[in-house]
């Protein structure tokens, strides 16, 4: 039979709450854990299969939602709950959280719907992120995955060596992570994966709607800012809201693949969504501490563009973390068929715009001055922000 299982946790009572990076590493790691396992065992080694998991994080922990096959009720909320557990108290960040429920509830339709398929023409992909992918793409919220796990082996590749600015073969001295061309570049993948893709959009809730709901999020920029028609515009900004919760999310991965093989990127054996596309020629000196820099670059960066508070790029980094945005945005929209040339133009003028004022004159920026504030009034969270040259001389 098939169940969906609601497992409840929370982070100790004496901890502070999850800020929005918090909540975004705890969605990441637990999803991680539960892809690495294919079932469960409950009370007297019953087997329990995992078909599909969904997390969602608040300030006090997460909630996880499973849907399981198992023979009893009681099998399945046991080993859920047991599982949820144990991959709490394998990771590290998360080892102080406990799981306070794991509640069961029976679905009879899903159910019946879910075991007609497991042994037919309809049974859900082999691979576990086509399978994740093909479960988020059910809602259009949820649409970040699935664009997100289109580009898995797209093969897309580093920049070449620049000169010290940190530009690659495309950028001048005001690009300074040589990436002038990510702005319209949609990403091919690899041939098996369009037949699964087309899957996937064609099971899709509508996920034009859902991509254009998240448009009124983009508080800091008035839709004149894309040069084009209201529904264009409501398009192209919704877009990057979007690619906004993608690109912290492959981020947050990038950091863990660093950190797990303690090395740079360089050296890096694992799958990197961004980091390895930034200018080779630094490649060695991006390691852990580098991308959690970044990573919280990006954070700082999006919080802005959707708080209403933005007002100015703060320092280069931003322009890298700007780029790699605007290419998020433009592959959700080519992943569902939404990208045109009126909306490609407003995405243009959108950069165009958020790059017009930097305050400086473009000059080459080396890579020690990539979180460099502009200028005094520029803001670079604290985290992330290079220290200043006195400081490290009186230290």
């Known amino acids: 039979m098939t169940y969906v299982v609601t497992v409840e946790t929370c982070i100790p009572d004496d901890a502070p709450d999850l800020d929005e990076l918090g909540r975004v590493g705890a969605v990441v790691l637990i999803e991680r854990g539960f892809g690495s396992v294919a079932g469960a065992e409950g009370p007297d080694g019953v087997e329990v299969d995992v078909f599909d998991v969904a997390v969602v994080a608040h300030p006090r922990g997460a ?31 998360l080892a102080a959280w406990v799981v306070v429920n794991s509640e069961v509830r029976l679905q009879p339709d899903r159910a019946r719907a879910s ?7 309809d049974a859900p992909p082999a691979d576990p992120a086509a399978r994740r992918a093909l479960h988020a793409a059910a809602a259009a919220a949820a649409a970040a ?27 001048g001295a005001g690009d300074p992570g040589g990436l002038e061309d990510l702005g319209g570049a949609g990403v ?13 959009v ?55 693949a660093l950190a797990e093989e303690d090395t740079h990127v360089a050296a890096c054996q694992g799958h990197l969504w961004h980091l390895d596309r930034l200018p080779d020629r630094h490649a060695d000196r991006y ?37 790699f945005l605007l290419e998020q945005a433009h592959v959700a929209l080519d992943l569902y068929g939404l990208l045109d040339d009126d909306v490609a133009a407003a995405l243009d003028r959108f950069l165009t715009h958020v790059r017009a004022d930097t305050g400086r004159e473009p000059v080459p920026v080396g890579f020690g001055a990539w979180f460099t504030p502009y200028g005094e009034d520029r803001y670079v969270h604290p985290y992330a922000a290079d220290i200043p040259a006195e400081e490290t001389e009186g230290a």
């Open 63 to 93: 909630e996880l939602t499973l849907t399981v096959a198992a023979p009893t009720l009681e099998a399945a909320e046991d080993a859920v709950g047991a599982v949820a557990q144990e991959i709490l108290d394998r990771s590290e960040p």
């Open 202 to 256: 064609e099971e899709s809730t509508d996920p034009e709607a859902g991509i254009r709901a998240m448009a009124v999020r983009l508080r800091s920029f008035d839709p004149a800012v894309f040069g084009a028609s209201p529904d264009t515009a409501e398009l192209a900004a919704g877009a990057l809201v979007h690619g906004a919760e993608v690109l912290i999310d492959e981020l947050y991965d990038d950091v863990l």
């Open 145 to 171: 995955r699935a664009a997100r796990a289109a580009r898995a082996g797209s093969g897309a590749s580093g920049a070449g060596e620049g000169d010290e600015h940190g530009g690659g073969g495309h950028g």
């Open 115 to 121: 075991l007609e398929a497991a042994d037919g023409p």
């Open 287 to 323: 390691d852990e501490l580098f991308a959690r820099r970044f990573l919280v670059t990006a954070v700082a960066l999006t919080t802005r563009f959707t708080d209403g508070g933005f007002r100015r790029l703060g320092c280069p980094a931003e322009e890298l973390v700007l780029r």
């Open 188 to 200: 091919a993948g690899e041939a098996g994966d369009d037949e699964v893709w087309a899957d996937v």
